[in-house]
């Protein structure tokens, strides 16, 4: 079953400096058919103006990960953790006991990303950040996993979820498949391009959730960049 949620039906704000589209309830928005998808619980889409961001802030027992879709976007914590993260890779915070940080555009131009959060396993670990780069000539025709929680996942940033966070970058026609497995739900959001699963079209930055479905197709009808999570 595939539940296309559309851009423009997305909640979210404008404050600025921000501007966020949120695929599930968070902060001010609230709809109550949309509040988590399994155990993920966030998938905001933001734009983030030159020079500005998030100042320092905490969060306990989450695992969010964040995707850059365009320009970077600078991490620093309370554990003396610091990074640039570019477009196309991927940083990722367990948050577990708590951990406090802050996420600037220090770029010349804006800054687009996707932050997902991911309900963990195991609550009061020990917080923790990490960042990689996953070029994208490596995901083109297929899916390649970013995040994990599962130990065969050895090349992916790992994440205390049930739950992987993949990407795969398609030219039009292309087509790629994923094994979801019985009993498990996807969300899929096309960075860019569009992309048609079991018949329906999903558009650059539409929200797909999927289940009932054991092994996803999706065809890129344009050139596209997706991302998707695979969660119990």
Same mark, same amino acid.
């Given at each position: 079953?595939? %539940?296309? +949620? ?9 404050? @600025? ?24 619980? /966030?998938?905001? %889409?933001?734009?983030?103006?030159? @020079? ?7 969060? +306990? ?7 850059? $879709?365009? @320009? ?7 554990? !003396? ?12 915070? *367990? ?32 917080? !923790?950040?990490?960042? +990689? ?15 994990? !929680? ?32 019985? !009993?498990? +739900?996807?969300?899929?959001?096309? *960075?860019?391009?569009? /992309?048609?699963?079991?018949?329906? $079209? ?8 999927? *289940?009932?479905?054991?092994?996803? $197709? ?15």
């Amino acid at each position: 079953m595939i %539940d296309v +949620r559309s851009f423009a039906s997305l909640g979210g704000a404008d404050h @600025g400096w921000l501007k966020a589209k949120h695929h599930f309830s968070f902060a001010g928005y609230h709809d109550p058919e949309r509040v988590h998808w399994g155990d993920l619980r /966030v998938w905001n %889409d933001d734009t983030i103006a030159p @020079g500005t961001g998030f100042p320092a802030h905490p969060h +306990r027992d989450m695992e969010i990960i964040t995707y850059v $879709r365009k @320009g970077a976007i600078t991490h620093q914590d309370n554990l !003396g953790n610091k990074g640039r993260t570019e477009a196309g890779d991927v940083q990722v915070m *367990s948050a577990g006991t708590g951990i406090t940080h802050s996420e600037y555009n220090l770029e010349p131009g804006e800054t687009q990303i996707f932050q997902i959060w991911i309900i963990p396993t195991t609550q009061g670990k020990a917080p !923790g950040w990490g960042a +990689r780069p996953f070029p994208k000539q490596n995901r083109a025709g297929h899916f390649v996993t970013l995040a994990s !929680g599962h130990d065969d996942d050895a090349d992916a940033l790992p994440i205390r979820a049930d739950a992987r966070v993949l990407g795969a970058t398609l030219k039009a026609g292309q087509v790629a498949e994923y094994a979801l497995g019985t !009993g498990r +739900r996807a969300y899929l959001v096309p *960075s860019t391009g569009a /992309v048609e699963i079991e018949g329906v $079209r999903v558009n650059t930055r539409d929200g797909a959730a999927i *289940s009932e479905t054991e092994t996803l $197709r999706v065809k890129a009808l344009e050139d596209s960049e997706i991302v998707l999570v695979d969660a119990a």
